[in-house]
């Protein structure tokens, strides 16, 4: 399946097109005959979701299309010439884990999604977390994702019915952008990347596929909160400890250097040694500077904590 990523690129260099399966990469952030650019990733949140795309679909071609700039803001402009250019390639997929407001181009993108969509193009977007939808995700050509965090992460929600019809795991990924450079993708950025890859590995008949795959069959929208394959999970210390190694990107060793284990096989507690460690790890991984003085009580809260820490004391 070919998958258009609508993005900040994909690939921090040429080199990286191979394993990313980029066949082609155009900048439209930049003026100009768009075909001679190349659209390579600045910031790292596109190669990220290509990556979670290629990892649930192996064999997919990846179509980068630069719409974000190195800090992920982007012209609505350019997003509708994107999609205007996608209307001549011949495109399996198209994701956009992105989102707007601005009501300028809002008409014109949605006209144009529609001529998409009747081509056979599937088109998926993030819903992000707002209280007023942004789209194109409400489009009704177009497959809304939203995120939570799911009992299994394979699982996903799907309603047609819905305004956004989808909710599929947000569990962050820590994902290597480039050589020493690393970003933890989640909320519905990896949700909706997470379910284009999921799509990839269908040829046909996608939206029976949805309905079957589906943990949820023939239940509404507004049940979803209610069910009890969907809830945010309250972790405890031993718990919390196994989410943080699996998303410490260093060898087996030091992970189970990390692990305490009882003779019954369960973990322990953590202690003062144990968070240091983590700490450690932490701060070589991700080149952090903390002051002087930082509670450990708080640290670790949760695996949501963890990105806001680390977003906090990077170098």
């Known amino acids: 399946m070919k998958v258009a990523i609508l993005d900040t690129g994909v690939g921090a260099r ?105 081509q056979g193009k599937i088109i998926v977007a993030s819903v992000g977390r707002y209280e007023n939808r942004p ?11 939203q995120g939570n965090e799911l009992d299994n992460v394979e699982e996903f929600i799907f309603d047609p019915d819905a305004e956004v019809q989808i909710t599929a795991d947000d569990t962050p990924v820590i994902v290597e952008w ?34 079957i795959a589906s943990v949820i069959h023939g239940e509404k929208s507004n049940n979803i909160d209610n069910c009890l394959c969907i809830r945010r999970k309250s972790l405890t210390e031993s718990e919390l400890l196994k989410e943080i190694i699996k998303l410490i990107p260093c060898d087996i060793k030091h992970k189970n250097g990390l692990c305490y284990e009882d003779m019954n096989g369960k973990f322990c507690d953590l202690g003062k040694n144990d968070y240091e460690r983590i700490l450690n790890l932490l701060i070589k991984q991700f080149e952090l500077q903390l002051p002087e003085y930082v509670p450990l009580g708080n640290i670790f809260d949760s695996i949501y904590t963890l990105e806001e820490f680390v977003e906090r004391y990077r170098l």
């Not at 402009?77 to 601005?102: G, H, K, P, W």
């Open 135 to 145: 789209y194109p995700a409400v489009f009704d050509s177009v497959l809304g994702v």
């Open 14 to 118: 040429r080199e990286d097109f191979i394993s990313l399966h980029v066949r082609k990469s155009i900048d439209f952030t930049k003026s100009g005959n768009y075909d001679l650019e190349e659209g390579l990733d600045d910031n790292g949140h596109g190669t990220a979701c290509a990556k979670v795309i290629i990892k649930n679909a192996e064999k997919s071609d990846i179509y980068s299309l630069k719409v974000l700039d190195a800090n992920r803001c982007g012209n609505i402009a350019n997003l509708y010439r994107a999609l205007q250019y996608l209307l001549t390639q011949e495109v399996d997929i198209i994701n956009m884990s992105l989102a707007f407001f601005d009501s300028y181009y809002k008409e014109k993108i949605e006209i144009t999604c529609e001529k998409l969509a009747k």
């Open 178 to 211: 480039k050589r020493g450079k690393i970003i933890l993708l989640g909320g519905t950025s990896k949700a909706a990347a997470l379910m284009s890859g999921k799509i990839a590995k269908w040829e046909n008949n996608i939206m029976q596929r949805l309905k």
